[in-house]
């Protein structure tokens, strides 16, 4: 894969008053690349006002109108997408300089042997000074590189022939970026984990509260890791949030 395209698709629920910062971040990584033939975003509003798609200030942008649910979104967006690679990016995180050449090498290295990896992540930051959230993401990077299971936050990339053979997200109220990294493990197949970071907004533990939102997301992992279902935790979690 000397150069490859790539579909970003941005899952969206109220994120209006972002959404053409983050559009325009993502071209201005897509600027630097050396690797890349050609980008295209795809925005995918779960809103049924679709509110975040008539704020896209962008002609060249893909807006997608699809149910509500993170897995649903990303699937419509996929399913609008033509590049070789899907970069599922929320709408709260930023990419590292840098970030589609990374991509690329790390598919295309990995792509040099018989096990390489179709399917990757990167790593974790906070965009915050506080040390207690500082903590939270060196310990997640270190259970991503234990685990490999990267989580949603860190900007999910598929080859998007792989995504496609793994039928895409599992359409679950939650944990759908677990469970997928959960099928591509127990297919036995690798995936890479980019030690450049993405930086996703504290925005979460500030307004739900640095430890209860940090106990909240360790509770829901240990839970879907015992069995369980997502549906489940779905009406917990919302119960949580009040």
Request: proline content about 3%.
């Amino acid at each position: 894969m000397e150069s490859y395209s790539v579909s970003v698709i941005i899952p969206v629920w109220y994120e209006s008053a972002g959404i053409n910062e983050r559009i325009a971040h993502v071209f201005e990584r897509a600027a630097e690349a050396e690797s890349l033939l050609a980008v295209e975003i795809i925005v995918a509003d779960g809103d049924p006002t679709a509110s975040t798609i008539a704020a896209v200030e962008y002609d060249n942008v893909i807006c997608v109108a699809a149910p509500q649910g993170r897995a649903v979104q990303m699937n419509a967006g996929a399913a609008r997408a033509t590049g070789d690679v899907l970069l599922f990016l929320h709408a709260d995180t930023v990419l590292p300089v840098g970030a589609f050449d990374c991509m690329h090498q790390a598919l295309h290295m990995a792509g040099n042997t018989s096990s390489g990896a179709k399917t990757g992540a990167f790593s974790l930051s906070i965009a915050s000074d506080n040390w207690f959230l500082y903590l939270v993401s060196a310990l997640g990077n270190w259970r991503n590189r234990l685990t490999r299971t990267p989580y949603g936050d860190q900007a999910q990339f598929f080859l998007r022939t792989y995504f496609e053979e793994l039928s895409g997200y599992a359409p679950v109220p939650l944990m759908e970026d677990v469970e997928i990294m959960r099928r591509i493990r127990q297919r036995g197949e690798s995936l890479a984990i980019i030690d450049a970071p993405v930086s996703t907004s504290a925005r979460r533990w500030e307004t739900e509260g640095m430890y209860r939102c940090t106990l909240r997301n360790v509770l829901l992992r240990l839970l879907y890791g015992a069995g369980v279902s997502a549906q489940t935790l779905s009406h917990w979690y919302r119960a949580m949030k009040g």
